[in-house]
T-cell receptor
């Protein structure tokens, strides 16, 4: 079975600063995908970034980047130059590459950006 | 990008009523749709996986007769909460994904959710 752990229930960061959200997972699969989703107060689920396990290069999307450590089964999200609009719940998700597109979600981290 | 429409966004109804929630993929064919339930400040809890043309697969503890799922086409899945009671009040989210070339490599695209309140 796959499990995803987010050990930081709540975090805060000053506007314009950098923050890192942690995520670890457990799997016996060799190929899989990892995602970070953002859920603002509107409760829309917004895809922030994705990483294919077979790629060694860390994914980057503008101010968002990941630190993917496959051996350690770690997938942290770094948000640079934090903005007020980044305030949201952040969920880490795991998806196997075979057997369907089912997601395994972490418990989430509530991030507050302080002006 | 891929768009998933979920309707209605908000429902308030009396206890004993059945409520239907629709989930549509607007610009792609969704081979699989998922239904989640989310409590305040909690993660998404998978209720069931819906494959077009076949019966839904329910997660342990989810009542099949209570939460009826129909995936009649590649663009539409519905969740019907039958004889809803106050304890069924929650936020329900659907998502849809596609398999390209038989490979599951596409992220799920989420609807905006339905806030269900049973009085």
């Amino acid at each position: 079975a796959q499990t995803v752990t987010q050990s930081q229930p709540e975090m805060s960061v000053q506007e314009a600063e950098t923050v890192t959200l942690s995520c670890t997972y457990d799997t016996s699969e060799s190929n899989y995908y990892l995602f970070w989703y953002k859920q603002p107060p509107s409760r829309q689920m917004i895809l922030v970034i994705r990483q294919e396990a077979y790629k060694q290069q860390n994914a980057t999307e503008n101010r968002f980047s990941v630190n993917f450590q496959k051996a350690a089964k770690s997938f942290s999200l770094k948000i640079s130059d934090s903005q007020l609009g980044d305030t949201a719940m952040y969920f880490c998700a795991f998806m196997k590459s075979r057997g369907g597109n089912q997601f395994y979600f972490g418990t989430g981290t509530s991030l507050t950006v302080i002006p | 990008g891929a768009v998933v429409s979920q309707h209605p966004s908000r429902v308030i109804c009396k206890s004993g009523t059945s409520v239907k929630i629709e989930c549509r993929s607007l610009d792609f064919q969704a081979t699989t749709m998922f239904w989640y339930r989310q409590f305040p400040k909690k993660s998404l809890m998978l209720m069931a996986t819906s494959n077009e043309g076949s019966k839904a697969t329910y997660e342990q503890g989810v009542e099949k007769d209570k939460f009826l799922i129909n995936h009649a086409s590649l663009t539409l899945s519905t969740l019907t909460v039958t004889s809803a009671h106050p304890e069924d009040s929650s936020f329900y989210i659907c998502s849809a994904s596609q398999r390209i070339g038989g490979i599951s490599n596409q992220p799920q695209h989420f609807g905006d959710g339905t806030r269900l309140s049973i009085l």
